[in-house]
Structure formats: structure tokens, C-alpha cells
């Protein structure tokens, strides 16, 4: 069943137009989590470029996107990884939605997610590493959610790998406080 969720995923990130583009409900709660870009599901539109929108004083600008609330993460396919963030300070339990399933209920087709945390920084995560490594879109850490300024609200979190070299580019891709996502 892993395999298939998998060949799906890479199949929708790899054929853009994959699916048809319809609107879905909007959240109840606050937003933690914009994803715009190549998204065929959505429940918003364009963002707003005369300074009311947080994503503005970013540039970032998109015709419809997909946002969610913490309930909505929720409701999607959990996953659970226990590794050390900062080396030699801590080791932690983080769970929340698997990357994939966010980008499932986006209803992506692209090869490449940009995730962007509160402070400005961006990181390239390619679909191969959401394939093959599977991370999560962490909203906990050891069961308590994550809020600005302990790593959230979300964060892109990759399980720690034997291979040393994957584990140093995977570091990169690790953006604390992520509230943004762009497919391309």
C-alpha cells in the first residue's frame, strides 16, 4: 500500500494538470499552512499585494492556493519521527501529517516544493525526497503542538538517515517554522 501511495505521488508531481482543479471547503480555525503553486484543489484566492497579507511582504503572489488550519493537518495521514534537530542538545518525538498527504490534498503537479519559514528562509525539497524519504509536516513535538518560536507552526521534518550524505542535504531542507509551501 506504501509503494502505491508513493507511484501516485510521484505520478501527480511529475504530470502537471494530473487532476482537475476544483474548490474545496476553508478551514474553520486559524491558517498555519499556505500551499500555492501547481495546485488543482484550493480554497483560496489570489493573495492579496497591497500589504493586508503576511505573504506579501514576502512577494509571494498566487491566483488560488490551499490553505489549512491545525484540524485540517489533523485529518490527513499522520507520520512520527524521533531525531535531534540541533546536534547534541536534544532529541525530540515529532508527529504530524506526511508531507505527501499535504501535497495529496493539494492536489499538486510538480517536481519541486519550496517551503518558507516565518523568517524569510526557503528551502528546495525535490519530490524524489518526498518519495524516498517520506517526511512530515511536524505540528508536535513530544505531544505538544508547536507554536512561533518552538518550531512552528509547522516544520519540514526528514527522518534521520544511515547515509551520512543524505543526512547533510536533508539538513537543508529542514525550515523551522514553516507556514508557506510553493509547488512548482
Given at each position: 500500500m506504501r509503494f502505491l501511495r508513493h507511484l501516485i505521488l510521484a505520478l501527480a508531481l511529475a504530470s502537471p494538470g494530473a487532476a482537475l482543479a476544483h474548490e474545496v471547503s476553508s478551514p474553520k480555525g486559524m491558517v498555519v499552512l499556505t500551499v500555492s503553486g501547481d495546485v488543482a484543489h484550493y480554497n483560496r484566492g489570489p493573495a492579496l499585494e497591497d500589504g493586508r497579507d503576511f505573504l506579501s511582504k514576502f512577494d509571494i503572489t498566487f491566483d488560488k492556493a490551499m490553505e489549512f488550519d491545525l484540524a485540517g493537518l489533523a485529518a490527513l495521514e499522520q507520520g512520527e519521527i524521533t531525531r535531534q534537530i540541533y546536534p547534541d542538545v536534544f532529541e525530540g518525538t515529532f508527529t504530524g501529517p506526511k508531507?505527501?498527504?499535504?501535497?495529496?490534498?493539494?492536489?499538486?503537479?510538480?517536481?519541486?516544493?519550496?517551503?518558507?519559514?516565518?523568517?524569510?528562509?526557503?528551502?528546495?525539497?525535490?519530490?524524489?525526497?518526498?518519495?524516498?524519504?517520506?517526511?512530515?509536516?511536524?505540528?508536535?513535538?513530544?505531544?505538544?503542538?508547536?507554536?512561533?518560536?518552538?518550531?512552528?507552526?509547522?516544520?519540514v521534518v526528514f527522518p534521520v538517515s544511515e547515509d551520512p550524505e543524505v543526512n547533510e542535504v536533508t539538513k537543508r531542507m529542514l525550515p523551522w517554522a514553516t507556514f508557506y509551501l510553493e509547488v512548482e
Open positions: 508531507l505527501a498527504a499535504v501535497l495529496e490534498a493539494a492536489g499538486v503537479s510538480g517536481s519541486t516544493v519550496w517551503a518558507m519559514a516565518l523568517d524569510g528562509y526557503s528551502s528546495e525539497i525535490p519530490a524524489d525526497n518526498i518519495v524516498s524519504q517520506d517526511p512530515i509536516l511536524a505540528t508536535h513535538l513530544d505531544g505538544v503542538p508547536l507554536g512561533i518560536g518552538t518550531f512552528g507552526p509547522t516544520t
